[in-house]
């Protein structure tokens, strides 16, 4: 799990929603092991869990075999700047069986990386094969070769991390059991209009 505090706030992207269903399935495909125990859930008053509800449910790990993903960079920077950042992604690499290698067609690798003005973020995991071709999966907001390496350090490999498939730490199930059942069912009652079932 990423613990790490970002001083620019780094945001975990969500796709749209009608994409969950569809990406789920594709993360099951790619590694069984994505796929929620549903059995051990109990129907909501005799409810079934939706697609959508089995969708939220899934994990977007590469799986234990390992994976090659391929890295493009879409705004062209310097060759220093592409060798640094791939070096701080391959550092996973050192305890888990990852590899991350540039490739001659940036926009449509599987990593494919801007530095808009838009912060830090990345998609998690798997859910990076569901962007459009020539669309960023992961944003390094005005990362340039004079970066400091703290920075890369720091910043790249939190992000990286998110493409691997980890989410951020307080989605731990420890820390989700704290939550008061009551509190969060009124608040989303209030906020999002759910009752009580949903």
């Known amino acids: 799990m990423i613990t790490e505090q970002l001083e620019m706030s780094c945001t975990l992207k969500d796709l749209p929603r009608e994409m969950w269903a569809i990406a789920a399935r594709q993360a099951v495909d790619i590694n069984p092991a994505n796929m929620p125990a549903v059995e051990r859930f109990p129907l909501v008053s005799g409810m079934p ?36 950042v791939l070096a701080h992604m391959n550092s996973w690499g050192k305890n888990a ?28 995991g798997t859910d990076i094969l569901s962007i459009r071709v020539g669309e960023p999966t992961m944003n390094l907001e005005g990362f340039t070769e004079e970066s400091s390496e703290d920075e890369f350090r720091r910043v790249v490999r939190h992000e990286t991390g998110h493409t691997l498939g980890f989410p951020h730490e307080h989605m731990r199930k420890e820390i989700i059991a704290r939550i008061d059942a009551e509190k969060a069912i009124e608040y989303f009652m209030r906020t999002q209009g759910w009752n009580r079932q949903t």
């Open 49 to 84: 869990l939706s697609p959508e509800h089995i969708a939220v449910m899934t994990t977007k790990y590469w799986g234990a075999g390992g994976v090659k993903l391929s890295v493009g960079f879409l705004d062209s920077p310097t060759a220093g700047l592409k060798t640094r």
């Open 97 to 124: 069986n990852v590899r991350f290698m540039e490739s001659s067609t940036k926009s449509s690798a599987n990593v494919r990386i801007a530095r808009a003005r838009d912060g830090y973020w990345s998609f998690l």
